[in-house]
């Protein structure tokens, strides 16, 4: 048994998992992302003992401990380095824990670790995976034979901020044209406004009380299905932005799997279909290859966090 | 002591290569790649029969025979699956020379054969090591822990098939706005061509004597260098477009190493600068890495795919 633990903005998630991934208890703690680190390294420290004293590991060893955070570390000195918009920036974090425990413990990107969890639970183990996740933002983890696919500092998987429109939207990053800008939801609920200011007549603005601020990222999903035109070409312009990034990803690494996640993901066929018409078209020599990258979408939902986490061992190795 | 062969649409390259990347004796054939596939198989048979009896490797034992093939292929049946313009179309070519030798031969894509030896001749052994080919089209070639990211049918790697300007200029892949169709030395020299008939004042103009037909990747090069202002806006935009794309590939890796290959790389500095400038401003929160990704420019020009071809028996194992 290992435990994952799952760094977040709002909350610290952590869980005992088995071998095979599956949670067998699992607590979740308030972040207070803004406090003073010690503060937050030491509520995170008693967590972690806390689960490994708890009666659910008492049985059984513990064999490592996995930490997910949205950031960058420095797995060889188990430091954070950087972590969104917590209060943990340059943390030795790996270091705090072993004052307090023998146990191993292994560090890397949050996104990154919901991606080997989501792996791990595919069936035939593909040789190459690659998890997006369309939110806010959109997120990427990388799994390579197994392992996950760092970079630098754990900085690979930025998928997000692949440029697919040179001098097009504006990024947070800096940059223009970034996938995310057209394809996570943030971008799909600005596209559905702009339709509904141009077209009050749509169906959209009535499921949205004529509220803008009512829009969320299925108005024009569920327009869309009931036929209304406006949210039609809402979603088929949503689809083909984020089929650019997919073909991109696809002509770049020829991925055995490439499954799709966030919230969104929930909409199933109705957005898996179109994608994966246009990648049969689009994908670099499509026709010549016989074995096509198979698209999905993801598995676990909000557990992949810690479930990932708890699998690092099996990924970084000793 | 390997085999590298090099199978391109003019010729058959082969040679004898030690077990540190260093070529012993080499050969080249006509390709006569329109030719019935059984006569080409015959002599790139003949070619490597030659040089396992060659004197040069006489006092060694030949250890394997590694092939580059500019398309698509199935490792574990040794079979070509496309080759470009050669006619190879499935032909089971591992097969065919194993009726000959007991020599184990593999079989990859011609573009990561050449970054695998580039990644070879890297003094630090980066972990994640990308070489990028600036030709007629786009190439590139991904060395993970030293090995060749070969996707399925070893189609990864096809970075010039990343979109970069969805809706941009239409690509022979079918897509629109793929790198290559901005920052090839295609391109460039369509760039080139349309600012001189813009501006026939240019020096580039004097350059090519006033005769289109002569622009060549060198033109604004060698003109913005002399200070003719429209040269450096060509050569700027174009450097921007490279960057564009490199980025791209770091946010998505995170490299330690990507090396900038073709002719065009020996504009040195003159190239190189500017885009690690971009870099050091662009890349997802450089700022707060402390390790970036290094860009350099290639080492071995055209024996690159014999070298690498060699090598094979390193990146695949048994």
Redesign the interface.
């Known amino acids: 048994m290992n435990i994952g633990v799952d760094i977040g903005g709002m909350s610290v998630k952590a869980g005992i998992v088995d071998d095979y991934g599956k949670i067998i208890y699992k607590k979740a703690i308030p972040t207070g992302a803004s406090r003073k680190s010690y503060e937050i390294v030491k509520d995170i420290i008693n967590l972690i003992t806390e689960l490994i004293s708890s009666p659910h590991a008492k049985n059984n060893t513990i064999s490592s401990i996995g930490i997910g955070i949205p950031?960058?570390f420095?797995q060889s000195e188990g430091k954070i380095?950087?972590c969104g918009n917590i209060n943990l920036k340059n943390i030795p974090l790996t270091y705090e824990i072993k004052k307090y425990t023998d146990i191993p413990v292994y560090l890397n990107n949050d996104a990154n670790c919901a991606a080997l969890a989501e792996y791990i639970y595919c069936n035939d183990k593909p040789d190459?995976f690659i998890a997006v996740t369309l939110g806010t933002g959109i997120g990427?983890g990388?799994i390579?034979d197994g392992r996950i696919?760092?970079?630098?500092?754990g900085?690979?998987?930025?998928?997000g901020?692949?440029?697919?429109?040179?001098?097009?939207n504006h990024c947070n990053?800096?940059?223009d044209?970034c996938w995310e800008t057209?394809a996570s939801v943030t971008a799909l609920i600005n596209q559905t406004k702009e339709a509904i200011l141009a077209n009050p007549q749509s169906l959209m603005n009535t499921l949205i009380n004529g509220e803008l601020k009512n829009t969320n990222g299925k108005t024009a999903f569920d327009a869309a299905k009931q036929g209304d035109a406006i949210a039609i070409s809402v979603v088929e312009k949503y689809i083909h932005?984020i089929s650019?990034g997919i073909?991109?990803?696809i002509?770049?690494?020829?991925?055995?799997v490439i499954a799709i996640g966030g919230a969104i993901s929930k909409e199933g066929d109705f957005l898996l279909n179109p994608i994966i018409n246009y990648c049969n078209?689009?994908v670099?020599?499509s026709s010549?290859?016989?074995?096509?990258?198979k698209l999905t979408t993801t598995k676990l939902g909000n557990d992949a966090g810690i479930i990932g986490a708890s699998l690092l061992y099996r990924s970084i190795g000793e």
Chains 1, 2 share one sequence.
Not at 149 to 153: A, E, F, Q, R, V
Not at 251 to 256: A, E, G, L, T, V
Not at 288 to 293: A, G, I, P, R, V
Request: charged share 20%; hydrophobic share 35%.
């Open positions: 950031g960058a420095d380095i950087e190459c990427g990388i390579l696919l760092s970079g630098i500092n900085f690979a998987g930025e998928i901020h692949m440029v697919i429109s040179e001098s097009g990053c800096g940059r044209g057209y932005y650019v073909v991109n990803l002509n770049i690494f020829r991925p055995n078209k689009k670099y020599a010549t290859s016989e074995n096509k990258t």
